[in-house]
């Protein structure tokens, strides 16, 4: 297990070579000039020439790519050209409001999906399945940037029971987190329901039931723990969309974390925050699959990893 937890951690060294080479010829291509996006269109010539010459803009892009890795090498993402600060700080101080979003609106979606999961799991076929797949089915229909703002019209300028934007305590949090929640928690459910109908069939479900369970006792109590491996397979790969859907709901709700950052630097150009925001997307969602292949080794002990 160390060696393959050692290996792992070896990976995660070209991914981010990659994920930084990428980002950096992306963003370089894209139209725009950051100076411009600071000073503006009316700035002097000469006063963009020497906003250029003193960030290092001028300078042959291979030479700044070869400048950009050797930062990476040490930890050092440069400095915002926007903030005038070093980007791993700002990163650190964002970081973990997405954190908190991401963790809230995962722990949504599970608080949604078992229960519908299991209901429509146990009775294939019969209303509690009819109903609990139409809501699957809404919550997947239904994108984040139309149900951020009705919920935000219904519970906060109708209602008025719940903060508009920001990030404050527990009831600033709900509505971002059932937000980005939803559509996850549909997904889970129906891969539940899934898993669930196969394992009805199997030996060991019949055997429990003989023995005087119910089908829905001997399910919850035996074919749960089996069905979830396949849960905790589409829970990881989804943590990437996960971390996505943070991007549109935290600028619907104006959440300050790092997809928010994200944006508003692509907007000005900042090529620094833009490529240390995308590698730490990346090195999240790598981590993330990295615990979820552990967790599903330890939930499935026939499963071995080697």
């Given at each position: 297990?160390?060696?393959?937890?050692?290996?792992?951690?070896?990976?995660?060294?070209?991914?981010?070579?990659?994920?930084?080479?990428?980002?950096?010829?992306?963003?370089?291509?894209?139209?725009?000039?950051?100076?411009?996006?600071?000073?503006?269109?009316?700035?002097?010539?000469?006063?963009?020439?020497?906003?250029?010459?003193?960030?290092?803009?001028?300078?042959?892009?291979?030479?700044?790519?070869?400048?950009?890795?050797?930062?990476?090498?040490?930890?050092?993402?440069?400095?915002?050209?926007?903030?005038?600060?070093?980007?791993?700080?700002?990163?650190?101080?964002?970081?973990?409001?997405?954190?908190?979003?991401?963790?809230?609106?995962?722990?949504?979606?599970?608080?949604?999906?078992?229960?519908?999961?299991i209901i429509a799991g146990s009775r294939p076929g019969g209303v509690g399945d009819i109903a609990a797949m139409g809501f699957a089915i809404l919550g997947i229909s239904v994108p984040h940037i139309y149900l951020g703002p009705l919920l935000m019209i219904l519970f906060s300028l109708d209602l008025r029971?719940?903060?508009?934007?920001?990030?404050?305590?527990?009831?600033?949090?709900?509505?971002?987190?059932?937000?980005?929640?939803?559509?996850?928690?549909?997904?889970?459910?129906?891969?539940?329901?899934?898993?669930?109908?196969?394992?009805?069939?199997?030996?060991?479900?019949?055997?429990?039931?003989?023995?005087?369970?119910?089908?829905?006792?001997?399910?919850?109590?035996?074919?749960?723990?089996?069905?979830?491996?396949?849960?905790?397979?589409?829970?990881?790969?989804?943590?990437?969309?996960?971390?996505?859907?943070?991007?549109?709901?935290?600028?619907?709700?104006?959440?300050p974390g790092l997809g928010r950052l994200l944006i508003s630097a692509i907007g000005a150009r900042d090529y620094p925050t833009v490529e240390g925001c995308v590698l730490a997307f990346a090195l999240t969602y790598v981590v993330v699959n990295l615990a979820t292949d552990l967790i599903y080794a330890l939930?499935?002990?026939?499963?071995?990893?080697?």
């Amino acid at each position: 297990m160390i060696g393959y937890l050692a290996r792992r951690l070896l990976a995660l060294i070209p991914v981010a070579l990659g994920v930084a080479t990428l980002t950096f010829a992306i963003i370089h291509l894209v139209p725009g000039d950051p100076v411009i996006a600071m000073l503006g269109e009316t700035a002097a010539p000469a006063d963009i020439e020497g906003m250029r010459h003193q960030l290092g803009l001028d300078r042959p892009i291979v030479e700044q790519y070869i400048d950009y890795l050797g930062g990476l090498a040490v930890g050092d993402l440069g400095e915002s050209i926007s903030y005038r600060r070093p980007v791993s700080r700002i990163i650190a101080e964002r970081y973990p409001a997405t954190i908190e979003l991401a963790a809230a609106g995962m722990l949504v979606a599970l608080l949604i999906a078992f229960p519908l999961g299991i209901i429509a799991g146990s009775r294939p076929g019969g209303v509690g399945d009819i109903a609990a797949m139409g809501f699957a089915i809404l919550g997947i229909s239904v994108p984040h940037i139309y149900l951020g703002p009705l919920l935000m019209i219904l519970f906060s300028l109708d209602l008025r029971w719940l903060p508009l934007t920001g990030r404050g305590g527990f009831s600033h949090l709900v509505l971002p987190a059932i937000t980005l929640g939803t559509a996850l928690a549909a997904i889970i459910a129906r891969m539940l329901r899934q898993s669930l109908i196969g394992v009805r069939e199997s030996d060991y479900m019949r055997t429990a039931i003989s023995k005087g369970l119910s089908e829905r006792a001997a399910l919850i109590r035996h074919g749960l723990k089996n069905a979830l491996t396949s849960v905790i397979t589409i829970v990881g790969l989804q943590m990437g969309a996960l971390l996505s859907g943070t991007l549109i709901t935290e600028m619907i709700f104006s959440w300050p974390g790092l997809g928010r950052l994200l944006i508003s630097a692509i907007g000005a150009r900042d090529y620094p925050t833009v490529e240390g925001c995308v590698l730490a997307f990346a090195l999240t969602y790598v981590v993330v699959n990295l615990a979820t292949d552990l967790i599903y080794a330890l939930v499935d002990p026939r499963v071995r990893v080697s």
